[in-house]
């Protein structure tokens, strides 16, 4: 099994330029995630999503935009980039609320 | 708001020793779950243990298990019989039972296994 696969790895943005992480799921999942790690830090929510169609911010979702059009898919769209938004990125899923979350192995993103 | 308290940024054990890894939480919940997860250097997360507030008896797998102590709201992992394999970041997380979707992780602890 895939599990969660996140797109790209690593990818390095100037200040102002938008892109998009792709991350999608092949366990039929319900729930979907985007974490932030900072260095020396745990994980921090953006978004999630209960399902398709529904999506809702977490604790950090400023700069962000997601959208959950499919199950499998959960893309994390960043507007205008900024130097703040340098971190890695999770993305995560889970078949109900309290289960287990299985993660991506996570996008390292740097805007210069 | 929940908060998760990893008060040991670094450890280091022997290859075949046992460690014990040290996480407090914050709650008014009753009802509530928590997770210890592995980072290795690959960065991905993966799920160490599980462990559910309602239930008394700790959980155990394999090598790792926990000793959950709800009235004290501690949470460690003990790692017995330590591999190579087993350095990695450690974080200890929370997730409540009802109302907010959130995993609420700790900063995590370093630990370092010597041959």
């Known amino acids: 099994n895939a599990g969660v696969t996140q797109t790209p790895k690593f990818r390095i943005l100037k200040i102002g330029q938008s892109m998009t992480l792709q991350c999608t799921q092949d366990m039929n999942h319900n729930y979907m995630y985007w974490y932030r790690q900072d260095p020396g830090m745990g994980l921090k929510l953006i978004y999630y999503s209960v399902g398709a169609g529904i999506t809702d911010k977490g604790e950090v979702p400023n700069g962000y935009n997601v959208s959950r059009s499919t199950t499998e898919d959960f893309p994390l769209r960043l507007e205008l980039a900024a130097p703040s938004q340098t971190s890695v990125y999770f993305c995560?899923?889970?078949?109900?609320?309290?289960?287990?979350?299985?993660f991506g192995q996570g996008t390292r993103l740097t805007v210069v | 708001a929940q908060t998760v308290t990893q008060s040991q940024p670094e450890m280091s054990v022997q290859e075949a020793e046992t460690v014990t890894l040290s996480c407090t939480y914050d709650?008014?919940?009753?009802?509530?779950?928590l997770f210890w997860y592995k980072q290795p250097p690959s960065r991905q997360m993966i799920l160490v243990i599980r462990q559910e507030a309602y239930k008394q008896q700790n959980a155990t797998e394999n090598r790792f298990s926990v000793n959950f102590q709800k009235a004290a709201k501690s949470f460690s992992l003990k790692i017995s019989d330590s591999q190579l394999g087993d350095a990695a970041m450690y974080f200890c997380a929370y997730r409540s039972g009802g109302g907010s979707e959130k995993l609420v992780f700790g900063k995590g602890t370093k630990l370092t296994v010597n041959p």
């Open positions: 709650t008014s919940e009753s009802d509530y779950y």
């Open positions: 995560a899923s889970s078949y109900y609320r309290v289960a287990e979350a299985f």
